[in-house]
Structure formats: C-alpha cells, structure tokens
C-alpha cells in the first residue's frame, strides 16, 4: 500500500534523528532556554533575514495559532480568517475556545483578497453600533492555503498594507511553508514573509520534522511577554532543545527546502498523469496536494494499492479527493501511481 493521505505520516528527516542520538545525554537547560534552541533561532532569523525577530518553537500547528491569535487579540476582538481557513475548519474550535471568534470571510479559492478584508474592516468601524459586535483584531491566513493556493507577492503586500493601515497584526500560519517557497508558482521569500507580516510560522511536523513549529514574531509589540502566554497555554516543552534540534537539522544545508522541493516535483507529476486522462481538478495547486476529481469506479481501482484523503461529493456524484506527497515520499510510490492512473 502506497499512502498519499497526508504530508505527516513518517516520522522525520534521518539528519534529525542523527542530533538526536548524538545529543541524547548532553544536559541543558529546560523550557527552549539551551544552546540548540538559541542555534536554531540564528538559523531561521538568517533564512528570514529578520535578525531582531523573537522566535519561539511550538509542538503543533493548533498550538501554535491559539497561543498566538489569543496573546495578540484583546478581549472583545475576533480574527478574520477565509471560511475554508485551518483555524475555521480543522482545529475543533480551538480558536473559540480561547474566547476569541472566528470571523470567516467567504472566498472562492481559500485566499483572503484585499478588498475583502477591507469591506469586512469597513463594515464593522463604519457601523455606529459596531460595539455590540465583535471587532475584527487580526488577519489570518496560511501559506500555502488549505487548497495549496499561494499569495502572490503583490497579493501580500496589499494585505499587509491594509492590515497596517487599520493597525490589526497580519498573522501567516506556515504549517508548509516549504511547499509553498519552492513551489514554481512563488515569488515571495521568506524575507517578503517577515517584512510583510507581524508574525508567521515555519512548519516543522509536516515538512521533516518529527514535530514542531517555529513561531517568529517580527512586529515588536506583540513581543513582550510572549512567553507567558506560551506556559498557559501549555506549550512550554520541558525539553524544549528537542524542538531546537529539529529546526537545527531542517534549516542546515538549505534541507528545508530542498526536501520540499521534491515532495512538490512528485505531486506535479501525478498531475500530469491524471491530466493525460482528462480527469479535472477541484483547485489547480501548484504544490504537493493535488485534489483530482475521481468517479466511483476510478477510485475502486486505486483503491489496493493506493490510500488519499476524501475532501468533498460532488454534485454529479464524483469524489474530489486529496494526493499528498511529502519531504519522504518515494519516487516508486509515485511511480507507481502514475502508472495506475495511466490504467484508468
């Protein structure tokens, strides 16, 4: 069985394992305040060329956008989000559960245009009884998309301007960010990323990592006391220098990237193949989820030998659904693929 379901399924880059065993009985410091931690902060300030930004390292992706979206929102506030936005559908109301809401803005292809995050801002400041309702206090989105959508450079810029111009933080959630900057489709870096936005996050869990995020907060206001909010929330790791020795080994020799660069290369391929059968796409994502729209009868036959992720019916009956490669998959899993969909 070759698993396409998601970008997580393996454990980690075999250069991570290797600092982990070398430095299994090395005593540090606890809580993220040892000397790998501090190694891997240098690394990611000179991946985003943000040398002043604080950055703070996280288990997961829902941890890291609660912790967050609840420190830099005041009571009263909520963040704007696309509907389809991870905070809105995936993360079972973590974000509500904070005490903060989620203010979905409706939008075809998962991203959060300009003029729509500034209607939604008009609307509310512009309603003279706006103090009854909840005030939109940052913008969420992620990169790439739900859908593997990206932001465009000027895509960007106008969010931030916008964001800069009402005074709400621009918050981008990373969770693959690798799949997004070496996708052929970007033409951001990670330095328009930090310049851009107020705070981001480097996904680590779905791009090599064994686990962890590495939440970079470039926007000095919302620096102090960041680590309180990071213990309350419970995402203070005793041994924090576990999450320092990933993004060690993910951000040396430009690994990054370059493993997300083939997970991408792979998913292209599978679409070319499913292209060549004139089978039509939900979304056209230019990284490494590709979501093909299959029949029944196509479907039963990939069935075994090949695992996705069902993503939504069809009017017509067929079944959008999901192939992910990742940083680990095998040519030969996708080689095999191909050949399959070529059976159709």
């Known amino acids: 069985m070759y698993r396409f379901t998601c970008d997580y399924e393996e454990g ?6 290797r600092l982990m065993e070398q430095t299994n009985y090395v005593q540090t410091p606890g809580y993220g305040m040892d000397e790998y931690c501090e190694k891997a902060r240098g690394l990611i300030r000179n991946f985003c060329d943000a040398p002043e930004a604080d950055v703070h390292f996280m288990v997961g992706g829902t941890q890291a956008n609660l912790t967050a979206i609840s420190a830099f929102l005041r009571p009263w506030q909520g963040v704007l989000s696309a509907a389809t936005g991870h905070i809105n559908v995936h993360e079972t109301g973590a974000i509500e559960a904070t005490g903060h809401k989620v203010l979905a803005l409706e939008s075809p292809d ?13 609307a509310h400041f512009g309603d003279p009884h706006s103090e009854h309702t909840v005030q939109p206090g940052m913008l969420y989105i992620s990169y790439p998309t739900e859908s593997g959508q990206l932001y465009s450079l000027s895509e960007l810029t106008e969010l931030s301007k916008v964001c800069r111009k009402a005074g709400i933080p621009l918050y981008l959630d990373g969770a693959r960010l690798s799949y997004g900057l070496t996708s052929d489709a970007c033409d951001l870096t990670a330095k328009d990323i930090a310049r851009l936005c107020d705070a981001f996050y480097l996904g680590g869990t779905k791009c090599g990592a064994l686990f962890g995020e590495a939440l970079v907060i470039t926007n000095e206001a919302l620096k102090k006391d960041f680590r309180y909010m990071i213990k309350q929330r419970g995402g203070m790791l005793a041994k924090g220098r576990m999450l320092g020795l990933q993004f ?5 020799e430009g690994r990054y990237l370059s493993a997300a660069q083939k997970a991408n290369r792979q998913a292209l391929a599978i679409r070319a193949a499913l292209e060549e059968k004139g089978i039509s796409f939900l979304i056209p994502s230019p990284t490494n989820q590709q979501f093909p729209i299959l029949t029944d009868k196509q479907l039963a036959a990939l069935a075994p030998h090949f695992s996705w992720d069902f993503w939504e019916k069809m009017p017509d009956g067929r079944n959008a659904v999901r192939f992910c490669t990742s ?3 095998k040519d030969e899993a996708v080689e095999a693929l191909v050949a399959a969909v070529q059976k159709l």
């Open 12 to 17: 980690c880059l075999p250069e991570i394992l």
């Open 110 to 122: 998962g991203k959060v245009s300009a003029k729509a995050l500034k209607a939604a801002l008009d």
């Open 248 to 252: 060690i080994g993910l951000m040396e």
């Open 327 to 329: 940083w680990a998959t």
